[in-house]
Nanobody
């Protein structure tokens, strides 16, 4: 099964920025909604941001609204997450995933709705 690949994580001070990228080698997800999730130690994996298959709709969890921006580049077959004004509570492993059902209307997904999970990229925000 195709696995997505995340990159761009790292260590940053509070208030700083990072840009995460998700690639899909060997397969196009141009007709699938895509999403970013995160999991902090001792916590469940949670939805962060999603983008519809055509890029026309986006969704964010309340805690990142106004700070994070998800985008996709169909030509490059990538999805990005621009994270600004980072807070210590944003520290987590960030995962990219895809909705296996094509052309679905974008709604806030549960982790069980999405597939093709990558290995994740660590984001650490220091105070």
């Amino acid at each position: 099964q195709v696995q997505l690949t995340e990159s761009g994580g790292g260590l940053v001070q509070a208030g700083g920025s990072l840009r995460l990228s998700c690639a899909a080698p060997g397969r196009t997800f141009s007709i699938n909604n895509m999403g970013w999730f995160r999991q902090a130690p001792g916590k469940e994996r949670e939805f962060v941001a999603g983008i519809s298959w055509n890029g026309g709709s986006t969704l964010y969890t309340d805690s990142v609204k106004g700070r994070f921006a998800i985008s996709r580049d169909k030509a490059e077959n990538t999805v990005s997450l621009q994270m600004n004004s980072l807070k210590t509570e944003d520290s987590a492993v960030y995962y990219c995933a895809a909705d296996p059902l094509p052309y679905r209307t974008l709604t806030e997904p549960t982790t069980t709705m999405y597939d093709f999970w990558g290995q994740g990229t660590q984001v650490t925000v220091s105070s």
